[in-house]
Every structure is written in C-alpha cells, then in structure tokens.
C-alpha cells in the first residue's frame, strides 16, 4: 500500500482558507515536506517540518503535525488563483545507507475566483 | 540560490535517436537525482549520485545511463527509447543525499516525447 496518502481534490473559493490532508505511515523520526507543482512545471518546494515539531508557519502557510495519528495538514491562508497547483506531500524514508522521498499522489487545488 | 536548471525544456526524439539531458546546480549541494514523472502521478525516483558516486539505480532500464561528471552536473543519456518513456524528466539536487535533514530543491524538468 501507499506509504503516504492524501485527497486527489480540493475546491475552494478565493479568499477562503484551504486544508490540504496527507497521512504517512513511518513511525521513525523523518522530516516531512511540503512541494507545489504548476502545470507542466516542475516542484517547488514550499516548506518542511521535522517530526518532533507540531507546528510551523510561514507567511500563509501553516503545516499542522499530529504524530501520534500521523497527520500532516498545509493551511494556506487567503487562498489566491495563483495557488491552484498539485500539492505534494513526502516523507524522508531511509534505506541502503541514503534518505529518499516517498511522495503522496498529489492533491489538486483549485481556486475559484 | 535555490535553482536547479535543466535543459531543454522540450524534447521530441524518435525511437532510434540518441539524446541527452543535462541539469546543473551551483549550490554546492553533493547529491543529484533523475526522477521520472508520468501525467497526474507522483515523481518516480530513477537515480541517486551522492558525491559523484551513483548510489542509488531504482531497477531502470539500461536505455537510460546517467552521467555525472562533476559536483554541479547531471546528465541523462536516452538511446533506443519507447514512446512509454515520453514523460516529464525532473532533476533535484541536496546538500548531500545523507540525513534526515537533506532538503531536496527541484529543476523545471524537461518534457521528453519518444514518438
């Protein structure tokens, strides 16, 4: 099964806040991110936390950690046109002596004006 | 500077061309990756150089040979490609591809069609 899981879709209205949900099954410590991709773009990171925080924010964004249910949620704040993108989330995974991401599949925000 | 940039953007080539990407990085980072990305799915990790050292080969077949011939360069070389490899190409580099804390930043990638 997916290591890391979120919604495919989300819809709001501009100016409203967004939720974007993402739920990950490693129970080692591991740092969590955060990447934005615009169509035909590639990802741009946003922000990350590292799994021993609860909270980190940063301008409108707010990433939300809730370990023991392992739950991580990015809030964007006054949600902008310029914010519908597909919205990553990845856990750091270690393995063979190196540390890479598992991606979830994305969840596409769209904002409506 | 965060930038990873990745030429070209755009690639047709057929399935008998012999093709090549390039990625570059002046952050100083000592890890480069090639990851393979299908429409509406995930990235898909496919190399790992850490310290100019291939680390990691996810299983990818032999048409793809990744190159790195210095700290800030990643090549990928494409020959005898099927049209099932046309996707977007994105490279991503990090301080040093050790440790938890070992942010990756992302190229634009490059949109690769095998006709």
């Known amino acids: 099964g997916e290591d890391v899981e979120q919604s495919l879709f989300l819809s709001v209205r501009e100016g409203d806040s967004s939720v974007i949900n993402c739920t990950y099954t490693?129970?080692?410590?591991?740092?969590l991110y955060w990447y934005k991709q615009e169509p035909g773009a590639g990802l741009q990171l946003l922000t990350y936390?590292?799994?021993?925080?609860d909270m980190k924010q940063d301008q409108r964004l707010t990433v939300l950690l809730n370990k023991k249910d392992k739950h991580l949620s990015l809030r964007i704040a006054d949600t902008q046109t310029g914010d519908s993108a597909i919205y990553f989330c990845?856990?750091?995974?270690?393995?063979?002596?190196?540390?890479?991401?598992?991606f979830g599949k994305g969840t596409k925000l769209s904002v409506i004006p | 500077d965060t930038e990873v940039t990745q030429t070209p953007k755009h690639l047709v080539m057929g399935m008998t061309n012999k093709k090549s990407l390039k990625c570059e990085q002046h952050?100083?980072?000592?890890?480069m990756y090639w990851y393979k990305q299908k429409a509406k799915k995930p990235p898909e990790l496919m190399f790992v150089?850490?310290?100019?050292?291939?680390?990691i080969n996810e299983s990818v077949p032999s048409r793809f040979s990744p190159e790195c011939p210095n700290s800030s360069l990643l090549n990928l070389h494409l020959h005898a490609l099927q049209p099932e490899d046309s996707a977007l190409y994105l490279c991503?580099?990090?301080?040093?591809?050790?440790?938890?804390?070992?942010?990756?930043?992302f190229g634009p990638g490059t949109r690769l069609t095998v006709l």
């Open positions: 991503a580099s990090s301080p040093t591809g050790r440790g938890w804390e070992d942010t990756q930043y």
């Open positions: 490693d129970s080692s410590s591991t740092y």
């Open positions: 936390i590292f799994s021993n925080m």
């Open positions: 990845a856990e750091t995974l270690s393995g063979a002596g190196s540390y890479q991401l598992t």
């Open positions: 952050m100083g980072h000592r890890a």
């Open positions: 150089y850490s310290y100019e050292k291939l680390s």
